[in-house]
């Protein structure tokens, strides 16, 4: 079993579109968690952290629910400039326990 | 400020060659990481530093060695490479106990 799953997607959006990733995860003890934002052939870059709370960034919004073991992002007045691979990463608070989902695709079309 | 830098960013080796992927940091990070990167499967950990001086094995180490030479670079060397390590390899690296990573551009390997 995979430790952290995604659907690939590709997901096709219009300019202006709400869009909403989910990211499931196997380990209940998983402590810290992240969303990174990869575009074609470049490294990843990290777009938010996730707090037990949710939090918030400009049009960005990550949620974390852990009885349900997943984490969520939700882009809003999505922009031609959205479009990449969005990868959810899980991570034990170990240094050596990092776990990358394998990333959904986000297209948004004028 | 360059953040994390990688060289080379792309090499061809044959099998059995030897090489060394070199990674820099200039964030004053005390923790580094090495990934390697295939399609459909993610980025998986290879190894990671937690100081310098101190290495630890992460999900995929097998045919791989690592130096962490100061607290500035982390070294992943291929001793014998194989048509299976061709991939991409991102060197990352973050705050001690903030687990936020910062990575470098990439190194794509081709083993023929």
């Known amino acids: 079993r995979k430790e952290v799953e995604q659907d690939p997607g590709p997901f096709n959006v219009p300019e202006g579109a709400t869009v909403a990733f989910n990211c499931t995860y196997s380990?209940?003890?998983?402590?810290?968690f992240f969303w990174y934002r990869q575009d074609c052939r470049k490294e990843p870059k990290l777009l938010m952290s996730?707090?037990?709370s949710g939090n918030e960034d400009g049009r960005f919004t990550a949620q974390l629910n852990r009885a349900s073991q997943y984490i969520s992002l939700l882009i809003r007045d999505s922009k031609l400039s959205d479009s990449a691979t969005y990868l959810c990463?899980?991570?034990?608070?170990?240094?050596?326990?990092?776990?990358f989902g394998t990333g959904t695709s986000l297209t948004v079309i004028p | 400020n360059a953040g994390v830098t990688q060289t080379p960013k792309f090499q061809v080796l044959k099998t059995g060659q030897s090489m060394t992927l070199q990674c820099a940091q200039d964030?004053?990070?005390?923790?580094m990481y090495w990934y390697r990167q295939d399609p459909g499967m993610g980025l998986r950990l290879i190894y990671y530093?937690?100081?310098?001086?101190?290495?630890d094995k992460g999900e995929v180490p097998n045919g791989y060695n690592v130096s962490r030479l100061n607290k500035r670079e982390f070294s992943l060397r291929l001793e014998s490479a194989a048509p299976s390590q061709t991939s991409v390899y991102f060197c990352?690296?973050?705050?001690?106990?903030?687990?936020?990573?910062?990575f470098g551009p990439g190194t794509r390997l081709t083993v023929t």
């Open positions: 990352a690296s973050s705050e001690r106990q903030r687990y936020e990573q910062y």
């Open positions: 380990n209940s003890a998983s402590q810290s």
């Open positions: 996730v707090y037990s």
């Open positions: 990463v899980v991570t034990l608070n170990t240094g050596n326990q990092f776990y």
């Open positions: 964030m004053n990070h005390n923790s």
């Open positions: 530093s937690a100081s310098e001086g101190t290495t």
